[in-house]
């Protein structure tokens, strides 16, 4: 605790310095005024009953003030200008606030899931990526995925070449068709000519 207690204003201070991390900013917050803003801010972050408060309030995280809704603003302002360190720092600093080192938060699994998305969307897809490699189950599937690819990969190959070779013994059958019929044709032209002997030699030997 502080050597003595502190005026309110010197409070405001010391529970907007833990917020802002800006002396002149946390003198605004306190009541000071723009143009004495800057000065009281130095004044006061030199003060070591102040200093005192500050440290007391950094470990305990508990101040009269919207914490809990500054550290969301700061998260959101972090994330959507993808300010990674900061934007996780400011969750860090949530689960802090929230959670008081006396009590056990017991969270839904959906809330887990949540927080998880939160932090992965926060890390980037690259770097969520390296992440979950490091999971034993995350490999697994991967391992999974790769062994359903390969054998994704030798079905379409067998089933390429099994409809290769039905083409190979389609076009041999078309060709032993045609073979057939040319031989076919022959036998039958053969067969006309001899049957058109026949009819000349009967002719003649009549005339004769």
């Known amino acids: 605790m502080a050597s003595k207690e502190l005026t309110p204003q010197q409070e405001k201070f010391a529970q907007a310095y833990v917020v802002y991390r800006n002396a002149t900013e946390a003198a605004k917050a306190a009541g000071y005024s723009?143009?004495?803003?800057?000065?009281?801010?130095?004044?006061?972050?030199?003060?070591?009953?102040?200093?005192?408060?500050?440290?007391?309030?950094?470990?305990?995280?508990?101040?009269?003030?919207?914490?809990?809704?500054?550290?969301e603003d700061q998260y959101n302002v972090a994330k959507n200008n993808n300010h990674t360190n900061s934007a996780l720092k400011?969750?860090?600093l949530l689960a802090k606030v929230r959670t008081k080192e006396?009590?056990?938060?017991?969270?839904?699994?959906?809330?887990l899931e949540t927080d998880i998305v939160n932090c992965l969307n926060?890390?980037?897809?690259?770097?969520?990526?390296?992440?979950l490699m490091k999971c034993e189950w995350f490999n697994k599937i991967l391992e999974l995925?790769?062994?359903e690819d390969d054998k994704s990969l030798d079905d379409s190959l067998e089933?390429?070449?099994?409809?290769?070779?039905?083409?190979?013994?389609?076009?041999?059958?078309e060709e032993v068709?045609?073979?057939?019929?040319?031989?076919e044709i022959e036998d039958m032209e053969k067969e006309y000519a001899e049957n058109a002997e026949d009819f000349v030699d009967t002719k003649e030997e009549e005339t004769e």
């Open 102 to 111: 006396d009590e056990v938060v017991h969270k839904t699994v959906d809330q």
């Open 90 to 92: 400011a969750l860090e």
């Open 122 to 131: 926060i890390l980037g897809e690259e770097r969520s990526l390296k992440i």
């Open 177 to 183: 068709e045609e073979v057939q019929e040319e031989l």
């Open 159 to 173: 089933s390429d070449t099994n409809q290769e070779e039905e083409e190979e013994v389609e076009e041999v059958r």
């Open 34 to 71: 723009e143009r004495s803003a800057y000065n009281q801010g130095h004044r006061l972050i030199h003060n070591q009953d102040v200093l005192e408060r500050i440290e007391n309030l950094e470990v305990e995280l508990e101040t009269s003030i919207d914490v809990v809704s500054e550290l």
């Open 145 to 147: 995925e790769e062994t």
